[in-house]
């Protein structure tokens, strides 16, 4: 399991710089701004930033503050669960098809989807980026996305 980022781990730092550079990599953007203090200000931001690893079934790796209150699971609970159960099982196969678009391209910045929370919640994403996560020597590890714009759906 890996530790929840906190001041005692430097909240993630080697994962931070992974997803900011990779995300740096692929549009030529920042994902928050460069600084001793990035992997805090990740964990903290107003935005959802998820990732997963490459596992044939993906378990999240990462998921910042404005995940967990999205997806209403503590750190102990996201991180490890395999990333399929943010989808409802009808849309899973929608959700295969955008990370193989993700793994063939290197990312998308236009993804829209349901995706639910632990309560049965559904919510709709919009303008999400989902990129695939390289190491320094080029080697997929994962993917990540992050969003800004979602909106309740009536149950």
Not at 55 to 83: C, H, K
Not at 128 to 154: H, R
Request: aromatic fraction near 10%; charge should be negative.
């Amino acid at each position: 399991m890996i530790s929840e980022p906190s001041d005692d781990n430097d909240y993630l730092a080697d994962h931070a710089a992974l997803l900011c550079g990779a995300y740096r990599h692929w549009t030529g953007r920042d994902l928050i701004e460069p600084g001793p203090a990035r992997a805090k200000a990740l964990y903290s931001a107003p935005f959802v930033v998820l990732s997963h690893n490459t596992d044939a079934d993906p378990l999240f790796t990462y998921a910042n503050l404005a995940a967990q209150r999205l997806f209403e699971m503590p750190w102990r609970e996201i991180v490890g669960l395999p990333s399929r159960y943010s989808a409802e099982a009808p849309v899973r196969e929608e959700r295969e098809r955008l990370l193989a678009r993700v793994a063939e391209h290197g990312y998308i910045d236009d993804y829209q989807g349901v995706r639910i929370a632990r309560s049965g919640q559904r919510f709709l994403i919009r303008q999400a980026t989902v990129w695939n996560l390289i190491d320094a020597s080029g080697c997929k590890v994962g993917q990540a996305a992050t969003f800004s714009e979602w909106q309740p759906l009536v149950l």
